[in-house]
């Protein structure tokens, strides 16, 4: 008998194993990298979908006022959003010296977004703690063609030391300007 529940419990474990590898995970981890005057900065984070929630992502009540440090946003899904770069930075007017940080919008205007850069690392999305911030830097807003359905980040390179890292989902897209000292 004991073996026979033994069995039964492994071809469960099995399928349920089997399962669960063929259900895309509802928020994919996903990485942005760009090169900006022969260095490299990479965003890793995890991407929410929008799934029929437009108009209801970023509204006082909507899906993100749910999170307990409401309005500052994990800004991905998650574990926290990193930003890893490979050279001191500028963003905006904030000074990012080399090496790994937590990324965390204040979205209290959804049409005027702050980024948030964090010294503290490894932590869970919502581990938001503002004692650890290393600044914040308005974000330029925007309105995309069409729905954002992925929120997606983007670095791009927009000279010979500078360039941009944009965030869009659902009907925003917000960006700061990036250089490379």
């Not at 900065?41 to 009540?61: A, C, L, M, Q």
């Not at 977004?113 to 999305?125: D, Y």
Request: hydrophobic share 40%; charged share 20%.
């Amino acid at each position: 008998m004991k073996r026979l529940l033994s069995c039964a419990g492994v071809l469960i474990a099995a399928a349920l194993s089997l399962s669960a590898q063929q259900n895309p995970p509802a928020s994919p981890a996903a990485t942005a990298t760009g090169t900006i005057a022969g260095k490299t900065v990479s965003i890793t984070y995890n991407s929410p979908r929008v799934k029929g929630r437009e108009g209801h992502i970023f509204t006082k009540d909507g899906l993100i006022s749910r999170d307990p440090h409401y309005p500052v946003w994990r800004a991905g899904a998650n574990a926290a959003t990193t930003l890893k770069t490979d050279a001191d930075l500028k963003i905006g007017d904030l000074a990012v010296p080399k090496g790994s940080y937590t990324l965390f919008v204040d979205i209290a205007d959804p049409d005027a977004w702050v980024l948030i850069v964090s010294k503290q690392t490894g932590e869970w999305g919502l581990a938001y703690d503002p004692s650890k911030d290393l600044g914040k830097v308005k974000m330029q807003m925007t309105k995309p063609a069409a729905l954002v359905e992925d929120l997606k980040y983007s670095v791009d390179s927009t000279g010979a030391s500078s360039g941009k890292v944009t965030l869009a989902w659902e009907n925003h897209v917000a960006a700061v300007p990036v250089t490379v000292h």
